[in-house]
């Protein structure tokens, strides 16, 4: 048996600390913190734990570009039993240990597209389809962009049989996705005419678009993208929502922005901006009480 990372190891903090026997007060903190915060993913539909392939499929890029094992655990902080469970895609991965893995970088040269013809599961792939086909780009445009047939993207779209595509299709379309999921089809000059009904088509079928999605949801089974925000308290979710919004605050995103990655309304995001900015919290209408126009100013 490997021995686990020891407590010490780690940072005050850190909530692997904690659970490692270190009771001082950063530490329950950090634990706390990370508990309301899995709380909130659960409810949200982003659960802790993934399907092990895009760990594993990350993983398998690094040794093809010449990293091994060792350097591999070294970098993500993952013990060799873990390491070798994930690449025997067995159970789940916890969402902490997929980043770690998923922060290492391939080395330079050997970066970008892989040529590999390995087959992976698909989800990942027909979910980000289908999220720019709610977005306006309908399939041709998508095969167009692609240099590939339109029926091989209505297949991919469907879902082919076993679920799997190739690790080279997989990645194209990856790359794909992250150069149009902020863009909009009719400011590249598509017909509205077809832009609007992939968008019809798509809500038909409760297909999301890319606000919904965040990158590590693609390729989690475990994942719905809808909100259900009735579990956790008021006070608790609304500090979670201004912690993501002060977050992307801090990279200079416009309103807009913000709103579109985390599925708000852009009032909301605005609102919340302005209080972080002067400190000051905006004074909120019960509901129901619409403010009633006053008769001297109709007058």
């Known amino acids: ?29 950090g634990a706390n913190a990370q508990n309301i915060r899995n709380r ?32 591999i655990r070294k970098q993500s902080g993952v013990c060799p039993d873990v390491l070798y469970r994930i690449m025997r895609r067995e159970g789940t991965v916890h969402v902490a ?24 599961p698909g989800l990942g792939t027909q979910r980000r389809l289908r999220a720019l086909v709610a977005a306006g780009w309908y399939s041709a445009e998508l095969a167009r962009r692609l ?23 997989a990645d194209q379309i990856r790359d794909l996705y992250a150069e149009l999921c902020n863009e909009k089809p009719e400011e590249h000059g598509l017909p509205s005419y077809y832009t609007e009904r992939a968008r019809k088509m798509a809500a038909d079928r409760g297909w999301a678009p890319p606000p919904y999605w965040d990158e590590d949801d693609f390729d989690n089974p475990d994942f719905t ?36 990655r985390l599925g708000m309304a852009e009032g909301y995001v605005r609102d919340i901006a302005r209080e972080i ?10 509901e129901g009480s619409a403010a009633k126009p006053s008769m001297e100013a109709a007058a």
């Open 147 to 169: 240099g590939k047939d339109r029926e091989n993207i209505n297949q991919l779209i469907k879902g082919r049989a076993g679920g799997r595509v190739a690790m080279f299709q």
């Open 1 to 29: 048996m490997t021995t686990a990372i020891p407590a010490e190891a780690l940072e005050h903090g850190d909530p692997r600390r904690y659970r490692r026997g270190c009771t001082c007060k950063k530490c329950k903190a």
């Open 225 to 260: 993208p809808a909100l259900s925000d009735d579990e956790l308290g008021m006070h608790q979710l609304g500090a979670l929502r201004r912690a993501e919004i002060a977050h992307l605050i801090s990279f200079n995103l416009s309103h807009a922005e913000i709103a579109a």
């Open 277 to 286: 900015n002067t400190g000051q919290r905006r004074i909120r209408t019960p």
């Open 97 to 120: 240990t997929e980043k770690r893995i998923l922060a290492v970088p391939i080395p330079r040269g050997k970066a970008g597209p892989t040529e590999s013809r390995a087959y992976i």
């Open 40 to 71: 909130y993913l659960r409810q949200t539909g982003r659960g802790i734990h993934r399907a092990p392939d895009r760990a594993a499929n990350h993983v398998l890029l690094l040794r093809a570009a010449g990293l091994n094992d060792k350097a």
